[in-house]
């Protein structure tokens, strides 16, 4: 596997960050997003992941330029009493997928978690993004909730399953 390593994301990495976003739009696996979104239509998502509270990390390879991936926590319905729980977002180049980097950035944002009081971390995954739901529970997941058919792709409806963890 190739060696990987990650930092907090720049304003100026944002394109890269968008570009692989709407990588996975039409793939109908990843996101709710139908169409491709902007850069400046994700600018005030940036700025909310302050990085002593919800951090927004890209991944790249080491020895070389280009960003692969990224990882983001989200706060999770945004009450003060769920503070210690983040919603964690994974994406990936669509060059880079099926080289180990979800294990890396899940095996990561995990251990990170802890150094901001989190003690639980949450993924929100589609019922049918196998890959995904494999890399989770790898790490230990397990099915919290199941919304049954609350997303409409194309004409499909789909489920989205909250897959959870304890880490402290």
């Known amino acids: 596997m190739p060696a990987y390593r990650h930092r907090l994301a720049i304003l100026d990495d944002l394109p890269a960050i968008v ?24 600018l005030a998502w940036f700025h909310e992941h302050a990085p002593e509270r919800r951090p927004l990390w ?59 009081k989190v003690h639980t971390v949450l993924g929100f995954i589609f019922g049918h993004n196998q890959p995904s739901l494999a890399l989770f529970r790898r790490f230990g997941f397990d099915t919290w909730a199941t919304l049954p058919r609350v997303a409409n792709l194309d004409g499909v409806e789909r489920d989205l399953l909250i897959l959870g963890k304890r880490v402290a």
């Open 19 to 42: 570009a692989i976003y709407n990588s996975t739009v039409a793939s109908r696996e990843v996101t709710a997003d139908t169409e491709p979104v902007s850069v400046e239509s994700r």
């Open 58 to 116: 890209v991944v790249e390879q080491e020895g070389e330029e280009g960003i692969l991936g990224w990882i983001s926590y989200s706060n999770f319905y945004g009450r003060p009493a769920y503070s210690g729980t983040v919603e964690v977002s994974i994406y990936i180049a669509e060059a880079a997928r099926g080289k180990g980097l979800g294990r890396y950035c899940l095996e990561e944002a995990l251990a990170f978690a802890p150094s901001l």
